[in-house]
């Protein structure tokens, strides 16, 4: 059909006949805090209902293009505004932050940039990337092209630098810059397997210095050849496409997954897979290189991805599923997000011409757990994995279906003469599903996580200080409600479930209600695997899925989940190994809180042991000092650098003295636990000029107070635990008790292990509320207490 010029209808008032939508408290928090419109003074003037209007209304608005009168987009943006109260389907967050505020920020979630190998071309996809940032999206980049590391540079006669070193330029860019005025950009960076810098990419994320990039690796079909052979591979210069070297396929694979046991990156993607599928439907304008931050959405230079879910808790009825309304809102959802397209305020003139070739949108499902619970299917279970394949089978019908009905009324995709698709009846959309994180608007619409399992049962919320003493357990409700049911709830399962978050160990609950209640770690890495296999099935893109790892869990479980990854058809893999992120230091469903009620500030005890580190730091030789109680937990800690008098001197003693007043004060973290936080803290913080190279490399003074408590305590601190002392994750290390009694004279030398305590660690603190319910799932980091979400 041929477009019509737009016509501006501007957004009327919310029809008074329009059902009022249900929220959780935690959606109204989010919604209030992110989503709904504030005036100069920053108080609301903008309700839930208000805002699913205002979306409603600008998305139908975009069928003016197409000739629609004011009646009819009308009619359309009721439509639409059912789906959005109800739920049923949510547009990402762009789409519901800035559709209709007339603020010119972007619709679309994320964009893939190009980097190109020339000074020009890397510092127009960083400019690229801040306006990207700065206006609400993610940002994906292949560093793939740039020539490796010692490359000599033949226009200044000097020598590279290297993907890695660019990279960081990437991630301090993205820290001075919040998405949309609201929170900080998120990265993807993707190197070949075959680039010459590869190791150095697969351990950049180990040293600390880039913190605002997820990382994958873009494994080739060759590589994986050759890892099965036992054989060497090739690795390239992308500058002259020359063989530098090779190495063995499976010393690098053991090196991708030790990093990722150890530090959750980096992923991988099967690049080749990627670029042979429906993720790639243009080879024309391939090959695909990089996907966006959660990698679930391939893309070309400069394409975007605007993204939608599916809430598949609210098509449940009577203990089935709803197939009819669920075809029915696949249709109306695909409309919506192809009219997003047509109506975005794109930011790069590029980006408006790749997004209308081939009007890429990715149509995903969440609320997966949930229809599991309702339905009494074991997340782990042969069944869960066939109706898995089922519903996204009939998502990906009903949406192809909907996408050649619109053809019919607007045309093809432009590219579509080009696409794998031409033999084919003509459709509006080069790809139409994906799985995409779901992130806040699970919160928002009071579902669970995409297709992850439950993350816990419980959570606890423990506030403590001069004004208030509260502690707040709140345990799934649809469990509460089938214990209820089936007659075993009391006060006390209530307490025990808040203590350890998950009940698949206590034996007082029926086995089938402990099978369907599993959980993220209780369930076996190899069904994450093939759960996210079974969506892959019908997911033109790919799918967004964290392969939850318990803390116990071996780098063997590592390697077995990529290898299944690969042979059971996925186009990518992330695995996230519960407390491998050194800023993980509190604990979910435990209840320990003995420790809460000393004083506010404790006493010191008359007598104290401890032990001097010398290290050699910017401002010279630093002696660190850690005292401990009797208990022998952290109690203070003294500074010594330069002449008394001096200044550097008075900040070393300020430092000192600030550390000690925190490990004394009260607190819901242990001693322990205090320390290793401020070794976090102190960690990476970097002056004018550093001391020492790779493992001994000391940043500043702070640095090496960080070092100290690292090589104390064994904290695993940017790489700190093994300073000075290669470490491969399975030597035998010496407990620092041990050391002491043994008068080491060289402690900085000897690595020591963290004695941790035999608590299930399970969260992170949450930025926004402070509760330990900030945990990883879907490629980011969501708050179960707050909703703050990351993605």
């Not at 149509?363 to 519903?391: C, H, N, Q």
């Not at 925190?662 to 290793?676: D, G, H, I």
């Amino acid at each position: 059909m041929k477009r019509k010029k737009k016509i501006n209808f501007s957004l009327p008032p919310r029809p008074a006949d329009l059902p009022a939508g249900v929220w959780t408290e935690q959606a109204l928090k989010v919604l209030a805090e992110r989503y709904l419109l504030k005036d100069e003074k920053l108080e609301l003037v903008e309700t839930p209902e208000d805002l699913c209007w205002r979306v409603a209304w600008q998305i139908a608005s975009a069928e003016a293009v197409w000739g629609a009168t004011r009646k009819k987009v009308e009619s359309l943006a009721r439509e639409f505004y059912r789906l959005l109260v109800t739920h049923e389907f949510l547009p990402n967050s762009p789409t519901l932050m800035n559709a209709g505020t007339d603020n010119g920020l972007q619709y679309s979630a994320c964009f893939v940039l190009p980097v190109e190998d020339s000074l020009v071309g890397i510092f127009d996809a960083l400019k690229y990337q801040a306006l990207i940032h700065q206006t609400g999206g993610g940002t994906g980049f292949s560093f793939s092209r740039l020539r490796p590391r010692g490359s000599v540079v033949k226009s200044s006669h000097g020598t590279a630098s290297g993907p890695v070193s660019f990279m960081r330029i990437f991630d301090a860019a993205t820290s001075e810059i919040k998405q949309g005025g609201k929170r900080r950009g998120a990265n993807m960076g993707v190197l070949r397997i075959d680039h010459p810098d590869i190791l150095e990419f697969i351990r950049c994320k180990k040293e600390g210095t880039i913190t605002n990039f997820n990382i994958s690796v873009a494994v080739t079909d060759r590589f994986m050849e050759a890892l099965k052979g036992d054989a060497d591979y090739d690795l390239i210069n992308p500058k002259n496409g020359q063989k530098t070297a090779s190495l063995p396929a499976r010393q690098v694979f053991a090196e991708i997954v030790q990093t990722a046991w150890e530090t959750g990156d980096p992923g991988v993607l099967f690049i080749d897979r990627m670029n042979t599928g429906a993720s790639n439907p243009v080879p024309s304008l391939g090959p695909i290189e990089s996907t966006n931050p959660c990698g679930e959405v391939p893309l070309y230079p400069f394409d975007s991805c605007n993204l939608g879910s599916i809430f598949l808790n609210y098509f449940v009825e009577n203990k089935n599923i709803n197939w009819k309304k669920l075809e029915k809102v696949t249709k109306i959802a695909v409309r919506f997000m192809d009219n997003v397209i047509e109506i975005n305020p794109y930011i790069l003139p590029q980006i408006e011409k790749t997004t209308k070739a081939v009007r890429r949108i990715g149509l995903g499902v969440g609320g997966w757990a949930d229809l599991l619970v309702s339905l009494r299917i074991p997340y782990d279970s042969e069944e869960a994995l066939k109706l898995a394949e089922k519903v996204m089978g009939k998502i990906k019908t009903a949406a192809v279906a909907e996408s050649q009905k619109l053809a019919k009324l607007r045309g093809a995709f432009p590219l579509f003469a080009q696409s794998i698709y031409k033999n084919q009846k003509p459709r509006r959309n080069s790809t139409l599903t994906t799985i995409a994180p779901t992130g806040t608007i699970s919160i928002i619409a009071g579902a669970s996580s995409g297709i992850e399992p439950l993350f816990a049962l419980a959570y606890r919320h423990i506030v403590k200080d001069k004004e208030l003493d509260r502690e707040m357990t709140f345990v799934n409700e649809k469990f509460a409600s089938v214990a209820k049911e089936r007659g075993f709830w009391s006060d006390k399962l209530q307490e025990k479930v808040g203590n350890i978050g998950f009940i698949r160990t206590l034996t007082e609950i029926p086995e089938d209600i402990r099978a369907v209640f599993g959980t993220a770690h209780e369930i076996e890495p190899v069904w994450h695997v093939r759960m996210q296999a079974a969506f892959q099935k019908y997911t033109d893109n790919a799918v967004s899925k964290t392969i939850n790892l318990a803390k116990e869990a071996k780098v063997e479980d590592v390697r077995e989940a990529y290898l299944l990854a690969w042979e059971t058809g996925c186009k990518g893999i992330t695995i996230f190994r519960d407390g491998c992120k050194e800023a993980q230091v509190l604990n979910l469903g435990v209840g320990k809180t003995d420790h809460l009620n000393s004083q506010s500030v404790g006493e010191r005890p008359f007598k104290v042991t401890g032990v001097t580190y010398k290290l050699a730091t910017p401002v010279g030789s630093a002696f660190v000092t850690i005292n401990e109680d009797i208990s022998g937990n952290p109690l203070e800690i003294f500074i010594n650098v330069g002449k008394a008098g001096s200044d550097v001197a008075a900040m070393a003693e300020a430092l000192g003295r600030t550390l000690s007043t925190s490990l004394r004060f009260s607190s819901f973290l242990t001693p322990l636990e205090k320390a290793k936080e401020l070794a976090h803290q102190l960690s990476g913080i970097g002056g004018r000029r550093s001391v020492g190279f790779g493992p001994n490399k000391i940043l500043s003074l702070p640095d090496a107070v960080s070092i100290a408590l690292s090589l104390h305590y064994g904290f695993r601190i940017n790489g700190n635990f093994n300073f000075g002392v290669p470490l491969n994750g399975t030597e035998s290390v010496v407990a620092a008790k041990e050391i002491r009694e043994a008068g080491a004279n060289d402690p900085a030398t000897v690595s020591v292990p963290l004695n941790e305590a035999s608590v299930m660690e399970t969260g992170d603190i949450c930025p926004a509320c402070g509760a330990s319910a900030l945990v990883h799932e879907e490629g980011c980091s969501k708050c179960h207490i707050c909703g703050h979400s990351e993605c």
